[in-house]
């Protein structure tokens, strides 16, 4: 295989002296044996997507190494200094469970601290959400995190966070951008001022635990709790350092953790995936359920942002819930709690994304509380607490298994998140009631909404080409029907308008520019297209809907749903593409 010109240059100026011997080699023989190795790992630049920057270890411009991370956290001090001129600079760091994880972070601190910012870098691991409380809590102007979330062994990232504990946005991200793209690796300054860097840990644990058991505590009775049988796995990952400890300190003792997952360990042993959006993931938990005859499985992904919930249905069973549902089941009881207290005014809030159930919005107008909806990621649901001060934040989920309780993180915690929903789960049972029993009974308050998504994997430089011009094609020749129903609106948040079908208007999209396509039929579907932020993928997310009117008739709508679903997928050849 010849290599370009362009990536050929690429690759040879990591033949310089500016890069260690280790990775010149490397490099060397790349270039020697492996040209298609130096293709993917030289023709761009890592990008900041929806969840920061994420990609495989490796020597190259477009892989996680201590050079694109110590260029990265360089353009990210001289911002600082720009935005914070006549302040003391200090920034926090975590990680989380995956190989280099500690030595890239140490890399992260050298740099921030050859820049004479004072550093906090945790000790050993810890979950994502508690660095997003730890920034706050060190009043910090910036954090970052080392995570690859539920990505595969081989992946690693980079998360930068901002002072008011969220993730960078608009217009941050791009001057951070244009501060790293601005520099030579050159630049970097590596060596570290070791007396600006502080370790962290037992102060902040603590703090961090008792905050979430305060958020997330909603006067369940200490019965209801001893009565919960609870299985927790931590997939090999960072909740096992602080969830355990929260459901302890929150009075749940009958807790049950799969000891095969309890380890924190980078090569995921015992599953293919550690994403609790994946049912296999769950797998042993699921048994170690059985032997317990425990109420509730909890797994959460290697960072602790995500959460998979598994509860008993009616016959006894358990199945799984999906994240739409979940974030229903905590929002629906939030609501209420909220309601019992008198704390519903009008001046409240709950925020959701585009790419979510539209119930959510059901459930905000019910209880008379403001609905936010923002793009992908839990980057755009934290923002909206800053762009609303004028209004309070109750929580807030999306579809991909995330949730967040209140202000204390402002990010998506699996830590408050698992002590919620066995709050949820607690309440029902002590009411001779189930959390399925809840869900149902939401299905026939509000409409049942059911959600599909389709993830179509295309890897490398080829792949974001087929992405790429699935997404040209779908704006070029946008569909007028789909399952036979006549699509009546599509928004496009990459021009940012809005077209009504039905009267030919546009409507400007009041957001950030995305590549997101979604269509609506004449029948209630939603159907959304949009390349993933952080992995190979385009995404499909189908939600359709009908209403419900006794419990009796579920399986019976279910089913109807199931097989709309499953004729949108085929009449926009979706399953076609996966293969």
């Known amino acids: 295989m010849n290599l370009a010109i362009g990536i050929l240059k690429e690759a040879q100026e990591w033949l310089t002296p500016v890069f260690d011997q280790e990775t010149q080699d490397k490099v060397n023989e790349m270039i020697a044996f492996h040209p298609n190795e130096v293709r993917e790992s030289f023709y761009k630049n890592l990008e900041f997507g929806t969840g920061g920057m994420r990609g495989v270890m490796g020597v190259g411009n477009n892989r996680i190494n201590k050079y694109t991370l110590g260029k990265s956290t360089q353009g990210l001090s001289d911002y600082l200094y720009k935005v914070f001129p006549d302040q003391k600079l200090k920034a926090v760091i975590a990680y989380d469970c995956r190989h280099n994880s500690d030595t890239l972070a140490k890399t992260v601190a050298d740099v921030f601290s050859a820049n004479g910012i004072q550093v906090y870098l945790f000790s050993s691991l810890r979950p994502t959400p508690e660095l997003s409380f730890a920034l706050k809590y060190l009043k910090c102007h910036c954090g970052i995190v080392l995570t690859a979330s539920h990505n595969p062994p081989e992946y690693n990232g980079y998360k930068v966070y901002w002072e008011d504990g969220g993730q960078i946005v608009p217009p941050q991200d791009a001057e951070i951008i244009k501060a790293i793209e601005d520099l030579e690796y050159s630049q970097i300054k590596f060596e570290a001022n070791d ?124 199945v799984l819930l999906n994240g739409n549902q979940s974030m229903i089941l905590m929002t629906a009881f939030l609501l209420e709690q909220w309601k019992k207290a008198g704390k519903i005014n009008g001046k409240q809030f709950i925020g959701s994304t585009i790419v979510s159930t539209p ?221």
């Open 359 to 579: 119930m959510i919005a059901e459930l905000a107008a019910a209880y008379g509380v403001a609905y936010k909806s923002g793009l992908t990621g839990f980057k755009w649901i934290a923002k909206m607490i800053k762009d609303f001060p004028e209004l309070e934040f109750i929580g807030g989920g999306e579809e991909s298994f995330g949730y967040m309780v209140g202000d204390s993180v402002r990010d998506k915690d699996a830590v408050a998140a698992s002590l919620l929903i066995c709050e949820v789960a607690a309440q029902a049972k002590a009411n001779n009631s189930s959390v399925y029993q809840a869900l149902l009974q939401h299905y026939i308050d509000f409409g049942f909404y059911k959600e599909h998504l389709i993830s179509i994997t295309k890897k490398g430089i080829d792949g974001l080409a087929e992405i790429n011009k699935m997404m040209v094609n779908l704006r070029e020749n946008p569909l007028r029907e789909i399952n036979g129903q006549r699509v009546v609106r599509i928004e496009d948040y990459k021009s940012s308008v809005s077209n009504n079908l039905l009267n030919n208007e546009s409507e400007i999209i009041n957001m950030p520019q995305a590549d997101v396509l979604i269509y609506y039929t004449e029948d209630g579907s939603v159907i959304c297209a949009r390349p993933s932020g952080t992995e190979p993928k385009i995404k499909f997310y189908i939600s359709v809907n009908e209403e419900l009117e006794t419990i009796e008739k579920y399986e019976v709508i279910k089913e109807v749903l199931k097989e709309r679903i499953k004729n949108i997928s085929i009449s926009m050849q979706l399953e076609k593409s996966r293969n």
């Open 195 to 318: 007396a600006l860097i502080e370790y962290i840990d037992t102060e902040i644990d603590q703090a961090f635990v008792k905050s979430s058991v305060q958020n997330a505590s909603f006067s369940t009775s200490d019965q209801a709790k001893d009565n919960l049988s609870i299985v927790f796995t931590s997939l090999h990952g960072t909740s096992i350092t602080v969830v355990p400890d929260t459901l302890a300190l929150a009075g749940y003792k009958n807790v049950h953790i799969v000891e095969e997952q309890r380890v924190p360990n980078g090569d995921f042993p015992t599953v293919k995936s550690p994403n609790p959006e994946e049912p296999e993931a769950l797998t042993m938990a699921l048994a170690l359920a059985e032997k317990t005859n425990a109420d509730i499985v909890i797994g959460t992904d290697p960072d602790c942002d995500r959460l998979g919930v598994a509860v008993r249905d009616n016959d006894g069973k358990m």
